[in-house]
């Protein structure tokens, strides 16, 4: 009797301890999104960079400026370190406006809206004029072969799929024609590359990305661009009338030697285990379309201000927190690799990192890469972020620039807005500081500075670590 006893009195005091941790968490979050909501400094941390210096293509004179400006608001945190932590990054131009223009034989001329992929090549100095194949993706070039594809401009036009909830799902169902299609077509004689710009909106505006050779020689490399949406319905129809039309295109975009750059990292020290890591970031760089607000704009300002809301809540850590804004994710996610590196040199122990990249919308929750026991611990949490309306705790991906953190013990953790209108911006000229709604980015802030005070509080010990982990 005495044991069932003890065992009921330790029950008892574990649930009233359950119960006070409840209690003191909530109100640790309510303050949070208070603070965030009624005196939160993201949006106009936004707006400086979006209007006074907007888009920050690695290598470029505003990517510095905005090293420069969000190291100085680090500082002016009173954060107990700032730094800069170089990283070379490529350096490409865009050059002057892109110009193309479809034609059929003999007949008038019709000028459609494109923008060059980061990355590719030039047109020859008087433009590129060629009769146009298109493809729906990659797989289906060597249907056509090479005899059917030397010398043409190949445009590829499948669409992101419209039936794909999950917008992510439905860009990287089609990415690789974006990313690769040139250096395929290249291999079976094309001499251009045109390609469907990957968003479910039709409009006039190209969206432009990263796009990549592979190791072609520079010799056999062709220029790539991307086309709106609304004239590759346009040209697609147009070839379904005459096969025979021309499209004729422009370019003057230029590669250089890689650059020196930076990461911005600003840490406050913990209090209890300081040489415990949890990192919060998003990329600075950006598309030079644009101001990158969403992209990832968003991702900076509300990883800066989750370190103003810790310190402005009273909060103190225990393990070290630091904000990463990396440097270059966009054309070749220099930044994120550079951190990883030099952690491990370091000899950093990281338990967690959360990453900013899916804009600034209405956050819903978080996808988790971690094991299926520290997951758990994760969810169990839930009930404290519903008052919110954060539902959404998912095992997934996490982030590009954290990914390279991944060893098999840190948590990784990806910030999930609703991202129905994600790609009617993404690396698009649209993509600008009208485009974010000042509430939604501060409730975001505010729920990645929830979530990072969880882990902090709680960390992951006593979780066992025989599973393996979810792979990216």
């Known amino acids: 009797m005495k044991k069932i006893a003890a065992l009921l009195l330790i029950m008892l005091s574990l649930s009233i301890q359950a119960q006070n941790n409840f209690q003191e968490d909530s109100l640790a979050l309510r303050k949070i999104y208070d603070l965030a909501l009624l005196q939160g400094q993201s949006y106009a941390w936004l707006d400086h960079l979006s209007n006074k210096i907007g888009g920050r293509l690695s290598g470029s004179v505003s990517a510095q400026q905005a090293v420069d400006y969000t190291k100085a608001e680090l500082e002016a ?52 004029r060629a ?5 729906q993706g990659i797989e289906d070039i060597a249907r056509y072969g090479k005899e059917q594809i030397q010398g043409k401009i190949v445009f590829f036009n499948r669409p992101m799929p419209a039936d794909l909830i999950h917008t992510f799902s439905a860009y990287g169902a089609c990415v690789d024609q974006r990313y690769s299609g040139a250096a395929e077509a290249a291999k079976f004689g094309a001499s251009g590359v045109i390609v469907r710009s990957l968003s479910h909106k039709i409009d006039e505006h190209p969206h432009t990305g990263s796009m990549s050779y592979g190791d072609l020689p520079n010799e056999k490399r062709i220029p790539a661009a991307a086309i709106s949406t609304k004239d590759a319905e346009y040209l697609s129809s147009m070839l379904k009338l005459n096969k025979d039309l021309d499209f004729y295109f422009k370019t003057s975009s230029r590669n250089y030697e890689d650059v020196e750059s930076y990461n911005v990292i600003g840490e406050i020290k913990g209090s209890e285990r300081p040489d415990e890591y949890i990192v919060v970031g998003g990329h600075l760089d950006s598309w030079d379309v644009g101001d990158g607000a969403h992209d990832d704009g968003a991702g900076v300002v509300q990883s800066m201000e989750v370190l103003r809301l810790m310190k402005e809540a009273g909060i103190k850590p225990k393990r070290t927190l ?18 990883a590196e030099e952690a491990k040199k370091n000899n950093e122990s990281h338990i967690f990192a959360l990453e900013s990249d899916a804009g600034g919308f209405t956050p819903r929750g978080f996808s988790i890469d971690a094991r299926q026991s520290q997951f758990e611990k994760i969810q169990s949490w839930e009930p404290l972020f519903k008052p919110y309306l954060i539902h959404y705790f998912e095992k997934g991906g996490s982030g590009a620039d954290i990914s390279p953190l991944k060893n098999g013990d840190i948590v990784l953790a990806g910030l999930r807005p609703d991202s129905q209108r994600y790609f009617d911006y993404h690396h698009a000229a649209t993509d600008t500081f009208e485009a974010v709604n000042k509430r939604e980015l501060e409730l975001g802030a505010a729920t990645m500075a929830s979530l990072i005070y969880l882990v ?17």
């Open 77 to 128: 945190l009173g954060l107990d370190r700032v730094w800069l932590q170089p990283v070379m990054v490529p350096k490409w131009t865009r050059g002057n406006a892109e110009y193309a223009y479809v034609q059929t034989q003999g007949g008038p001329t019709n000028t459609v809206n494109i923008l060059a992929l980061g990355g590719s090549v030039a047109t020859p100095e008087t433009g590129l």
């Open 456 to 472: 902090d509080k709680y960390g992951f010990d006593n979780i066992q670590t025989e599973e393996p982990t979810l792979s990216n």
């Open 131 to 135: 009769n146009v194949i298109e493809v």
């Open 322 to 339: 630091r904000v990463v804004l990396f440097m270059n994710e966009e054309n070749g996610l220099r930044g994120g690799n550079k951190y």
